[in-house]
């Protein structure tokens, strides 16, 4: 028995009593990813991307392991929410227009000591002091930095469209703006690279082009580590109590976590390694969240048929952003029809030993974007199911 088709059995053994759809989370493999990216960043504390997670329970199991310090969260309703639970140490990733939410912070001394905001521009600091309706709190501050690589004078650029700021005089410029407006205090500073911590490295069957992709990462690093030092130097000469630096991702952790002037990582993704993270030289995961779907009919010879199934990722539109049958090993999707919103015919020999009931697993692209889908994760220990924890919008909450 391959090490999958034994993983199969536990996860059909575990899960014998639940109808599918059901979602799951190996906790032994939960458990190795963390210590794989604790091991990977060598000391310094890893910041739990909570976009990659969207269950409390497990981010409270994660945050309760030695080198785990702090939510990156992704919207301030979410931030406040976590804050309210309990979280003291919530940062959120991105720039937000959420007034009320504002309004709520500003006025909680408990949520404007555990909840730091992103800004990019002073018409952030701007909005949000008209949203303050009254709130005297100050309000924790982060600046986050453009990781983006560009050549050739910016006519070519590689990364993600984030921040306006790149240069170390812009980021110093917005830091004396928060110094010298009442009610801000800046705390940080954030620099995503997801153009090295997002992207596989080794891409099946392209050698040429998995090449081409860790020429541009080196290049990438390289570009960035000295700019991202001039950056926070800078910023420091301005904000000398800056309490931290973060960079990184799940595919560039110990890489990151190399350079001097970061201070902490922030990593998700590497929980539950989604298959969008099997194609990298610098770690190995094992797939920790999986979901079932029910085979609900036999058209044919080599034909099996599942109910629903049809979770694309987020990202740019492509193959790689759907899930995949994972287990029995060898299905694949009808290119005709593909993973379908209420039914998905899956192909291959394994489907002539499957009967009706019987669940085929999958994984999906993305981590946290399962969580969408289903309003519970069963948690599994060897073959039984030992908890059962809600997601996010198990709680009620859909934050996106």
Same mark, same amino acid.
């Given at each position: 028995?391959?090490?999958?088709?034994?993983?199969?059995?536990?996860?059909?053994?575990?899960?014998?009593?639940?109808?599918?759809?059901?979602?799951?989370?190996?906790?032994?493999?939960?458990?190795?990813?963390?210590?794989?990216?604790?091991?990977?960043?060598?000391?310094?504390?890893?910041?739990?991307?909570?976009?990659?997670?969207?269950?409390?329970?497990?981010?409270?199991?994660?945050?309760?392991?030695?080198?785990?310090?702090?939510?990156?969260?992704?919207?301030?309703?979410?931030?406040?929410?976590?804050?309210?639970?309990?979280?003291?140490?919530?940062?959120?990733?991105?720039?937000?227009?959420?007034?009320?939410?504002?309004?709520?912070?500003?006025?909680?001394?408990?949520?404007?000591?555990?909840?730091?905001?992103?800004?990019?521009?002073?018409?952030?600091?701007?909005?949000?002091?008209?949203?303050?309706?009254?709130?005297?709190?100050?309000?924790?501050?982060?600046?986050?930095?453009?990781?983006?690589?560009?050549?050739?004078?910016?006519?070519?650029?590689?990364?993600?469209?984030?921040?306006?700021?790149?240069?170390?005089?812009?980021? +110093?410029?917005? =830091?004396?703006? $928060?110094? &010298? #407006? !009442? *009610?801000?205090?800046? @705390?940080?500073?954030?620099?995503?690279?997801?153009?090295?911590?997002?992207?596989?490295?080794?891409?099946?069957?392209?050698?040429?082009?998995?090449?081409?992709?860790?020429?541009?990462?080196?290049?990438?690093?390289?570009?960035?580590?000295?700019?991202?030092?001039?950056?926070?130097?800078?910023?420091?000469?301005?904000?000398?109590?800056?309490?931290?630096?973060?960079?990184?991702?799940?595919?560039?952790?110990?890489?990151?976590?190399?350079?001097?002037?970061?201070?902490?990582?922030?990593?998700?993704?590497?929980?539950?390694?989604?298959?969008?993270?099997?194609?990298?030289?610098?770690?190995?995961?094992?797939?920790? +969240?999986?979901? =079932?779907?029910? $085979?609900? &009919? #036999? !058209? *044919?010879?080599?034909? @099996?048929?599942?109910?629903?199934?049809?979770?694309?990722?987020?990202?740019?539109?492509?193959?790689?952003?759907?899930?995949?049958?994972?287990?029995?090993?060898?299905?694949?999707?009808?290119?005709?029809?593909?993973?379908?919103?209420?039914?998905?015919?899956?192909?291959?020999?394994?489907?002539?030993?499957?009967?009706?009931?019987?669940?085929?697993?999958?994984?999906?692209?993305?981590?946290?974007?399962?969580?969408?889908?289903?309003?519970?994760?069963?948690?599994?220990?060897?073959?039984?199911?030992?908890?059962?924890?809600?997601?996010?919008?198990?709680?009620?909450?859909?934050?996106?």
């Amino acid at each position: 028995m391959t090490p999958r088709a034994a993983d199969r059995a536990r996860y059909d053994r575990a899960t014998a009593h639940l109808d599918a759809p059901v979602a799951i989370v190996d906790l032994q493999a939960f458990d190795d990813n963390a210590a794989d990216l604790v091991r990977r960043a060598g000391g310094k504390p890893i910041r739990v991307a909570s976009k990659s997670v969207r269950c409390r329970a497990l981010l409270e199991r994660v945050l309760a392991r030695e080198g785990f310090a702090g939510i990156m969260s992704f919207t301030l309703d979410e931030s406040l929410w976590l804050a309210r639970a309990g979280f003291e140490d919530v940062l959120l990733a991105y720039p937000s227009a959420d007034r009320s939410g504002f309004a709520e912070l500003a006025r909680d001394p408990k949520l404007a000591a555990a909840v730091t905001v992103m800004v990019d521009d002073v018409a952030q600091l701007d909005l949000i002091d008209a949203a303050r309706a009254g709130g005297a709190e100050e309000v924790r501050v982060c600046l986050e930095l453009d990781t983006s690589l560009q050549l050739l004078g910016g006519r070519i650029r590689v990364g993600a469209r984030r921040s306006p700021l790149r240069e170390p005089a812009q980021l +110093a410029e917005l =830091a004396r703006s $928060v110094a &010298r #407006r !009442p *009610g801000f205090r800046l @705390v940080g500073i954030m620099a995503y690279e997801g153009h090295v911590a997002g992207v596989g490295d080794a891409v099946a069957g392209r050698p040429l082009r998995s090449r081409a992709i860790r020429l541009m990462q080196a290049a990438a690093r390289r570009e960035l580590a000295e700019r991202r030092a001039a950056v926070v130097r800078a910023v420091r000469a301005v904000a000398p109590d800056l309490e931290f630096v973060n960079g990184g991702g799940t595919g560039s952790v110990q890489h990151t976590a190399a350079e001097a002037s970061v201070t902490e990582i922030a990593a998700g993704s590497g929980l539950f390694v989604p298959r969008l993270f099997d194609n990298y030289t610098s770690f190995t995961g094992r797939p920790a +969240a999986l979901f =079932a779907q029910p $085979v609900v &009919r #036999r !058209p *044919g010879v080599g034909v @099996v048929t599942v109910l629903g199934g049809g979770y694309p990722a987020s990202g740019a539109a492509g193959v790689d952003r759907l899930p995949v049958p994972y287990l029995p090993e060898g299905l694949r999707y009808d290119p005709q029809e593909g993973p379908g919103e209420v039914q998905t015919p899956l192909l291959g020999s394994p489907a002539d030993d499957l009967r009706i009931g019987d669940k085929v697993w999958f994984r999906h692209a993305k981590a946290g974007e399962l969580c969408e889908r289903f309003e519970n994760l069963h948690l599994v220990e060897g073959d039984r199911v030992t908890a059962t924890v809600p997601t996010y919008r198990g709680e009620g909450r859909t934050f996106l």
